[in-house]
DNA sequence: TAATCAATTGTAATCGATTGCATATTAATC
DNA sequence: GATTAATATGCAATCGATTACAATTGATTA
C-alpha cells in the first residue's frame, strides 16, 4: 500500500521545486520546453495522479453537485438523473444523489450537508412546497455562493433558475384530446395543487374545459396521492357519484393504473365507458397488454441534462449579473388505447 | 456574499489559536470548560461550518462513496442505489453516482475517476466479465486502499467482498415451479454467461431439470439481451421450432414481457400453452392487466442497505487481516397469472 | 523558597497543489 | 564590455483544519 505520489516526490526526484513541476504539468508557459517534458515523463513513470482534494481546497471548487429528489427509484426521477450525470461526467463533475422521501426535515438536512461538503451546485426537485420558510434553503439562497437549479418541481424564486415541463400545456392537452373523443365529464384526480407542476396541469385542464364550452364542476376534481391505491381510491369514490365521470385526466401514472384496475373491476369497459389519460410516460403504461395507458411524456432525460447546461452556464458566468434561465420543455400527449375511441381527425 | 467563516475568524475574534478552537470544537478534554464554551457560542453566533474539504485533504477521507453502475433508469438499480444512499447518508456519507452504459471503456475510466477524487469506497456492479484485464482495475484491486464491494453482477476475486442473491436458487426455484406446474419442456433465455449472475440462473435451471428427470436440450437456451425486443426475438425462435417449449424461464422481466407479446400474437395462451417466468420483479410484472408476471424478487433494497453495510465494515477495519464477506441474499419466486395453470400443492 | 506537576494554550508542521513575487541565468543590444 | 531584456526557476504564502510538541501559568509539595 505504497503512498501515491505527489509533485513533491516528483520534484525531488528532479532536483525541482514543487513549484515548476506543478507549472510543467498545468502546460504553464513559463516553463522549458525540456523541463516540461521531463516533469511528464516522470510524472507518467511515478504514476503521479493529481490530489483533487488539494486542489479543491486551493480552489474553492469541488467538482460535485448535488441533486436532490424525492426518491430515486422511480422512472422519471433516476432518467432525470442519468440525464445529469451524462451531462456533468464529461465536464469532470461527479453527481452526488440524495433523497427527502418528501420529507420537509430532511429536504432541508441534505441541504445543509450538500453546502457543508462545498458543492458547486444543487439540482433539486423540491418536497416542500414552502421552501421558503425552510432555513437551510434560505441560507443557501442568501449567500448566493452555490448555484441552484430547480427541475420539475419548481417554486417560483427571483434569481433561480429552473428546468420545467409546460404541465399547463399538458393538462390542456390531455383534457382536450379527452374532449375530442367526445368526452363530456372529464374528472381530475390533481394532487397537492401547493405544488406548481400540479396546480398547471390542474389550470390547463380547466382552460381546456372552458375553451369548449364544458363548465367547470368541483366535485369531479379528486386531490389523490401519486400511487395505484389512492387512485383505485379516487376511482372509487367518481364511479359511485350519481353521475359517474366519462373520462379521468390523472396527473399521475400510477393513480391512473389504479383507476383503471377499479373501473374494470366495476365492469365497465375503457375507453368505451371511461376514457383514462394518465401523467409522466412511466414504462408501465406502455407495456399494458389490453390497455396501454394515454399519458403524457415529460422528457426526463432532456430535463436532466438541460439542468446540467443551465447549471454549467451558471458557474461559467463570472460576471456580476446572474443570469436566471426558465426553461420550460414541451411535453408531449402519447395517445394509446386508454382514451382512444376512434381515431381523431 | 461573505465568506465562510474559519477557525481562525473564531480564534481572533477571541484572542485565541486557531488550535484552540479546533480543540474545542473537537471536545478535547485539554481545553478549559469556559474556553469551550466560550468557542462553541461565538461559532454557533458566526455560523461556523466545518470546511470538509480541508478536512478532507488532511485526514484522506472525503466521506464519498462511488457507486458504480450499468445505468440507474432501471428499477433494480435505482432500488439498490436507494438501498445503499439510505444506509450511508445517516453515517456521514455521501454517494456518487456513475453509469457505465454497459461499455468496459467508461467503466475503466469512472473507476479511475471515482479513485482519483478519493472516494473511501467504491461499490459497483460490473460491466465487464473480464474485469481482471481492466488497468485501472487492477490498479485498484492492488493499492487496496479503497474498499470494494461488488453487489449483483460480481466477479469471484479473492479478498473483495461482494453482496449477491443466490442466482442458482432462483432459477432452480423457477425452474422447479414450472415442472411443478406439469410443464415438460422448459426454455432458458439466457444471457452473456461470463457473468456469474446469468451464468448461475443457468445452472439452477439445468439444475432443477436434471433433479427432476428432465434431459438437458441445449436448443432451448437462447441468449437473450434483457430488453423487449429481444425477448421478442427469442420467443420467435422458439415458436418456430418443430416441437415448441410448453415453458419459458427468462432471466430478465423485459425479456419475459417480449416473449409474452410475441407469444400472445401468434395466438397461444398464458399459462394454458406456454407459462413464462421472468427475473427482477420489475414494477410492470405486477401491473399488467391479464398475465401478471411470474417472477423472482432480488430484494435491491435490501441488496443496497447491505452493501453498505459491508463496506461500513471494511472502513471501520483498521486491523491488519482484511475481512473479506461475501453476502448472499435469498431471492423469492414470485408466483402469478403467468405461470400458473392450477394451484400448487 | 524552590522544585514538581497538572492544566491549558500556543507554535509550527502537515495534508498537496497553486501562484504572485523574487531571483538567477542567459541572450541580446548598444 | 556593460546594460537590458527575456527566460526559467525558486521562495513562500495560501486554502482550513488537525495535532505532536513546546511553553506558560498557577498550584502543590518538599
Known amino acids: 500500500m505504497k503512498k501515491k505520489t505527489t509533485i513533491y516526490d516528483i520534484a525531488a526526484k528532479l532536483g525541482l521545486t514543487a513549484a515548476t513541476v506543478s507549472r510543467a504539468l498545468n502546460n504553464n508557459p513559463k516553463i522549458s520546453i525540456n523541463t516540461r517534458k521531463l516533469v511528464l515523463e516522470t510524472a507518467l513513470e511515478m504514476n503521479y495522479e493529481q490530489n483533487k482534494l488539494a486542489l479543491a481546497l486551493k480552489s474553492g471548487k469541488s467538482y460535485n453537485v448535488g441533486v436532490i429528489v424525492p426518491r430515486i427509484d422511480s422512472n ?45 451546485g444543487i439540482l433539486m426537485s423540491i418536497s416542500n412546497a414552502n421552501l421558503e420558510e425552510n432555513k437551510g434553503f434560505n441560507k443557501l439562497l442568501k449567500n448566493k455562493k452555490t448555484p441552484l437549479v430547480f427541475f420539475d418541481r419548481k417554486k417560483d424564486i427571483k434569481g433561480i433558475s429552473s428546468v420545467t415541463i409546460n404541465d399547463f400545456k399538458g393538462g390542456y392537452e390531455a383534457t382536450k384530446h379527452l374532449l375530442d373523443q367526445g368526452c363530456k365529464r372529464i374528472a381530475h384526480l390533481s394532487n397537492d395543487r401547493n405544488f406548481e407542476i400540479f396546480r398547471n396541469r390542474y389550470l390547463g385542464y380547466k382552460q381546456a374545459l372552458s375553451d369548449n364550452g364544458i363548465d367547470f364542476d368541483e366535485s369531479l376534481v379528486i386531490e389523490t ?59 408501465f403504461t406502455r407495456f399494458m397488454e389490453l390497455t396501454t395507458i394515454t399519458t403524457v411524456d415529460q422528457f426526463p432525460l432532456e430535463m436532466g441534462r438541460t439542468a446540467a447546461q443551465v447549471f454549467l452556464e451558471e458557474v461559467s458566468n463570472t460576471g456580476d449579473i446572474k443570469i436566471t434561465k426558465n426553461v420550460v420543455l414541451t411535453p408531449q400527449l402519447i395517445i394509446r388505447k386508454s382514451s382512444l375511441k376512434h381515431k381523431e381527425g
Chains 1, 2 share one sequence.
Do not use: W
Not at 464529461?90 to 444523489?97: A, L, N, S, T
Not at 426535515?105 to 441541504?111: G, P, R, S, T
Not at 372509487?236 to 401514472?253: C, G, K, Q, V
Open 76 to 120: 422519471f426521477f433516476s432518467s432525470v438523473i442519468r440525464g445529469i450525470e451524462e451531462e456533468l461526467y464529461p465536464k469532470g463533475y461527479h453527481v452526488i444523489i440524495c433523497q427527502t422521501h418528501n420529507q420537509e426535515n430532511i429536504e432541508n438536512e441534505k441541504i445543509n450537508s450538500l453546502v457543508n461538503v462545498q458543492v458547486d
Open 225 to 283: 396521492q401519486s400511487n395505484v391505491l389512492d387512485g383505485r381510491r379516487a376511482a372509487r369514490l367518481l364511479l359511485d357519484m350519481e353521475t359517474p365521470p366519462d373520462a379521468i385526466f390523472s396527473s399521475s401514472d400510477f393513480a391512473a393504473l389504479g383507476a383503471i384496475q377499479e373501473i374494470k373491476e366495476s365492469g365497465l369497459n375503457i375507453p368505451e365507458d371511461i376514457c383514462v389519460v394518465g401523467f409522466s410516460n412511466e414504462p
